[in-house]
């Protein structure tokens, strides 16, 4: 399609990256094949000198990733996109890419569980060191960057707790000093939340989520310009392998299909279930960001075109409490994932945070009475009932 630029989100959703075979195919196909076969020696030679475009090696390429690349890149407003095998494979590579040893990141600290571990355990054996700070502190983002920082990383919403940041802000500061400001959009996906379009540099995302959507596959992906992902990071991808599956590209490519309906109704459902969480005399706490008490309520209206499926609480009574609740669902799964037709509840303290130290966990605000929902499909008054049930059961 030479005029993407013109379509709308929902409709690159449908129809961006894909080309058409020989066979007429409406579906986009599955290039089950690891390597690629040449005419002849001299195509061979001039693929692998670079001289000639094309495929040589899935590790590389494959034209099924390649549709999906395409299609999430244009959904984003990027112009490229790696599709990666994993959300954190996707983190690892942009972090190894563009990073060397004596670098310096400054990360919110509310951010997903593994990349705190990620960047506090695995990258520090490379020399490359990350200070953590809370992410709506804007002097706190300013005061830690030094002249080694080279990038800025966060998550809007962030999760579990759906803080707000001011993405446009944080690349401003980003920019002043030299960094690239990297968001991990998972949460909000491109139909709720462009962070290209607001400044941001790179584009973060755990397919795994809502991209798939119905809790099927693993994967990830990096959006960004073609200078920063071109050599760096699809270079990194091609030499160390941190290549998503050609099934697996499939998948998230069905699931882009239908992201735009999924969104709104997993927005709808959340926002319903929030409301009525915060009237519940067992609920001491409700984060939501489309209750209009939520502190960034006005900043997540302008920012974001929906307040997304995911709605936190803290009930009164602490742990005990909070496994009796999610213990006494009969719905909602007990699963650590998100992003799923299916909802699912969780307990951040002790399962996505518990690699945490108690001082980190305190600071990130996750207490022992913190229950994660992410609100699925279902029927909402039976997703309530369930609630109902969980909540009644505290003793
Ligand atoms: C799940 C998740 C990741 C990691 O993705 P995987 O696909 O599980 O590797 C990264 N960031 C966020 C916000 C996530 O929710």
């Known amino acids: 399609m030479s005029d993407e630029k013109k379509l ?21 196909p599955i290039f089950a094949t690891s390597s690629f076969v040449f005419k002849n020696a001299s195509e061979a030679a ?24 395409q299609r999430l890149a244009a959904m984003e407003g990027g112009e490229r996109c790696v599709g990666t095998s994993s959300g954190m494979s996707a983190i690892l590579s942009t972090c190894l890419g563009l990073l060397k040893s004596g670098d310096h990141i400054v990360s919110s600290l509310s951010i997903f569980g593994t990349t705190v571990g990620l960047f506090d355990n695995i990258l520090t054996k490379f020399a490359i060191e990350t200070t953590f700070v809370d992410l709506i502190d804007y002097e706190a983002w300013e005061k830690a960057i030094t002249p080694a920082t080279r990038i800025l990383f966060l998550e809007t919403p962030s ?22 400001l990297v968001v991990d959009n998972c949460l909000s996906t491109p139909i709720l939340q462009k962070p290209l379009a607001l400044g941001a540099d790179i584009v973060i995302h755990s397919a795994t989520k809502y991209l798939d959507g119905q809790g099927r596959c693993v994967g990830g992906a990096v959006v960004g310009s073609e200078d920063l992902l071109g050599e760096d990071i699809f270079g990194f991808l091609r030499t160390a392998g941190t290549t998503m599956s050609p099934f697996n590209a499939w998948v998230f490519l069905k699931g882009l299909e239908t992201l735009n309906i999924r969104m709104k109704a997993h927005c709808e459902n959340a926002a319903i279930l929030a409301q009525w969480l915060d009237q519940h005399d067992k609920v001491e706490k409700v ?27 803290e009930v009164r009574g602490g742990k005990k409490a909070a496994w009796q609740a999610i213990d006494s669902t009969e719905l909602f799964s007990i ?61």
């Open 287 to 313: 984060y939501f960001p489309g209750l209009t008490s939520h502190p960034q309520h006005d900043l997540c209206k302008q920012q974001q075109s929906g307040f997304g499926g995911m709605v936190s609480f």
């Open 46 to 69: 001039a693929r692998f000198s670079g001289d000639e475009p094309g495929n040589i090696y899935s590790r590389f390429t494959n034209p099924t990733v390649r549709t999906f690349e």
């Open 159 to 180: 999760n579990p707790l759906l803080e707000i940041a001011d993405i446009s802000r944080l690349a401003e500061i980003a920019h002043k000093h030299g960094c690239l």
């Open 335 to 395: 699963t650590a994932n998100l992003g799923d037709t299916k909802s699912t509840v969780t307990h951040p303290a002790t399962t996505t945070h518990h690699r945490l130290t108690d001082e980190q966990r305190l600071e990130a605000g996750i207490k022992p009475e913190l229950i994660r929902l992410s609100v699925g499909l279902e029927d909402v008054e039976d997703l309530k009932r369930d609630l109902e049930t969980g909540l009644s059961s505290i003793s």
């Open 8 to 28: 709308s989100t929902n409709t690159l959703a449908v129809r961006a990256g894909q080309v058409r075979g020989h066979e007429g195919e409406h579906s986009e």
